[in-house]
């Protein structure tokens, strides 16, 4: 694990693991949110170098600001998503920009396929609760339905966790 840290916690506003966008008709195949650690690619494999040389496994990344919900891995290569991971994160929505938000947004729906190292996608307004223990980090992804008006109703989406001996996201 390194160290006598339980875990270590990266916590930052824009999403770190790569993540690619289907183009609609007429775009590019795939396209990039340079608004995130995407655009800086040579940052982000100095920040996953630091890891693997370190020999953690026990690192989390908790991101906000990208006005959706997501959960996944930072693989070891942008080329291959698929390849051995280096650390989990976890993505919050936003508690109410952009309107109420839906489970899948319209027009996301080969986005999931494009991102085989990600377990969640969800664009509903909410919050993450991570319950941090030693032997599990516990994530539960709360939503509501709509912020629109008063009284929308709070629900949990999902319940994740992670071990701090790999990196990598499970249904709890």
């Given at each position: 694990m390194g160290g006598n840290a339980g875990w270590n916690l990266l916590a930052q506003q824009v999403m770190m693991m790569p993540f690619r966008y289907p183009a609609a008709t007429g775009g590019p195949a795939l396209y990039t949110n340079n608004d995130s650690w995407s655009g800086y690619p040579q940052a982000r494999q100095r920040v996953r170098d630091m890891i693997?040389?370190?020999?953690?496994?026990?690192?989390?990344?908790?991101?906000?600001?990208?006005?959706?919900?997501?959960?996944g891995v930072i693989p070891s290569s942008d080329a291959d998503l698929l390849s051995e991971p280096v650390a989990t994160e976890y993505v919050a929505s936003s508690i109410s920009s952009d309107g109420d938000g839906s489970n899948m947004p319209p027009g996301w729906e080969d986005v999931p396929a494009a991102n085989p190292h990600t377990a969640l996608h969800n664009s509903r307004r909410g919050y993450q609760l991570f319950d941090i223990r030693e032997t599990?980090?516990?994530?539960?992804?709360?939503?509501?339905?709509?912020?629109?008006?008063?009284?929308?109703?709070?629900?949990?989406?999902?319940?994740?966790a992670t071990l701090p001996q790999k990196p990598g996201v499970e249904r709890a």
């Open positions: 693997q040389e370190r020999r953690l496994t026990n690192v989390v990344v908790a991101t906000g600001d990208v006005h959706k919900h997501h959960a599990e980090w516990h994530t539960e992804v709360m939503t509501v339905d709509r912020v629109s008006v008063q009284d929308g109703r709070l629900s949990r989406i999902a319940s994740l």
